[in-house]
């Protein structure tokens, strides 16, 4: 999870560009600016940033960097800049007309401090469904019947909140307990709503997302108590 002080540090790295067009890369020279756009609609990468030229030429995708993509939902500000181009026609290659190795493209990426006053009230609503699965967590052992109560809430909150928009999602650090509450659901026996917890939650679009362990381990619940299910009924 995000630290207010990690929010706050410039962040340096380079990164190379993806799919890229061999025309444009080879137009393209060292230190040149070049500039981002969020493509919410690829079909394979819902992280996918599209790289273009100053007048729009389109270079190719940054693929797979959630850290990027997350910084530009968030409204942040950025530097980007052609660090190397790699391929391309040697010496002699170009002597008669060949076009040599394929081009890339590596970028130097800057990204600046986030604005946090400007988003301060998307920051509050994840810190209240942070304290939300907190209190949840803290009832586990003494009193599960609350705990599941809160995790209930805190998921729902999370509903609320990501239906503010992608920009609102960015800002959300918060993952939903899916695991944790599927867990107690089938501790406590109640195994139909566990299984419908997990449904639901591998059908919802999750932006932030949950880390691998937890995947696993609702997907292997999910099959535990679907084969629990058909035995019963």
């Not at 928009?165 to 800002?171: I, L, N, R, V, Y």
Request: glycine residues 6%.
């Amino acid at each position: 999870m995000d630290t207010s002080l990690e929010l706050k540090l410039e962040q340096k790295y380079t990164c190379k560009i993806s799919d890229s067009s061999q025309d444009v890369i080879a137009g393209c020279s060292l230190s040149e600016n070049v500039y981002f756009n969020r493509d919410y609609n690829h079909p394979d990468d819902k992280h996918a940033v599209s790289v273009l030229r100053e007048h729009g030429e389109k270079i190719g995708y940054i693929r797979n960097d959630s850290k990027l993509a997350r910084h530009l939902d968030r409204e942040g500000e950025y530097l980007a800049t052609v660090n190397k181009i790699i391929g391309g026609p040697n010496f002699f290659q170009r002597i008669f007309g060949l076009k040599g190795k394929k081009y890339s493209c590596i970028l130097e990426i800057v990204l600046s401090d986030l604005d946090l006053e400007k988003h301060k009230l998307f920051i509050a609503g994840d810190r209240e469904i942070s304290k939300i699965i907190l209190r949840a967590e803290s009832h586990t052992k003494d009193n599960p019947k609350l705990a599941v109560k809160n995790y209930q809430q805190a998921i729902n909150a999370i509903v609320e909140y990501d239906q503010q928009g992608t920009k609102a999602q960015a800002w959300r650090r918060s993952k939903i307990p899916v695991n944790k509450l599927s867990m107690m659901l089938e501790k406590q026996g109640k195994l139909a709503e566990a299984l419908e917890i997990i449904d639901w939650y591998l059908g919802y679009d999750d932006y932030v997302g949950i880390d691998k362990y937890a995947l696993d381990m609702i997907q292997k619940r999910m099959k535990r108590i679907s084969k629990k299910l058909a035995v019963s009924s």
